[in-house]
């Protein structure tokens, strides 16, 4: 007698919800006492290695309207281009330099700041250097899957020219869509949703 298989449906995929920040970043929901600071609110030290920089920038639906809820976290190499994470056994990251950062949204305007190092070149796993990037996650209530890009730095213009990320995007004109603005020591990164701006998010 042949066994009958019980299949089970899939689970709804869920949202992040209208409350993401409660778990994420209860101090930035006005939730104290759990945490001293948020998980991922500061990168950096008076001890940290690199030119220090300020990543800002807002996240922007389809309509044009930036974001109040969503939540964005970095994850970068620090400025001698080593990963602060057991899996990068090249050498030893910065320990005054955390790699990883999280932000939520303004709930005034929208934006969302970082202050970190400028990254270092890191190899790619075909072992290409890299331009200095910085990975980007968004997650935001309406997104059921959080999106991943990147931000390339506007001077470094030949490194990008060797990106080997860079180098599949197929619609060459999307490529700027990656790349930050500068002025001064702040870098300007907005990330667009949907529409004719829409940023390149990564498959991964």
Known sequence: MVQ?????????????GPYVHIGCTPNFAGITGVYE???????????TRGQRITICGRVIDGAGTPLKDAMVEI???????????PSDLRGQA????????????????????????????APFKDGRLMAPHITVWIVA??????????LYFP???????????LARIEHRHRVETLIASVEGSVYTFDIHLQGEKETVFLDI
Not at 41 to 47: G, I, P
Not at 112 to 118: A, G, L, N, P, R
């Open 155 to 165: 001077d470094e213009v030949e490194a990008n020219a060797e990106d080997p990320l």
């Open 37 to 47: 600071a948020d998980l991922g609110a500061s990168m950096v030290n008076d001890r």
């Open 75 to 85: 994850w970068q190499a620090d400025a001698a281009g080593f990963y602060n994470s």
């Open 4 to 16: 009958e298989l019980g299949q089970l449906k899939e689970t709804a995929s869920q949202t992040a």
């Open 94 to 121: 910065d320990p005054n330099f955390t790699g990883w950062g999280r932000c939520p949204t303004s709930a005034d305007t929208g934006e969302y700041v970082f202050e970190t190092v400028k990254p270092g070149r």
């Open 141 to 150: 209530r309406g997104i059921n899957i959080g999106l991943h890009t990147r």
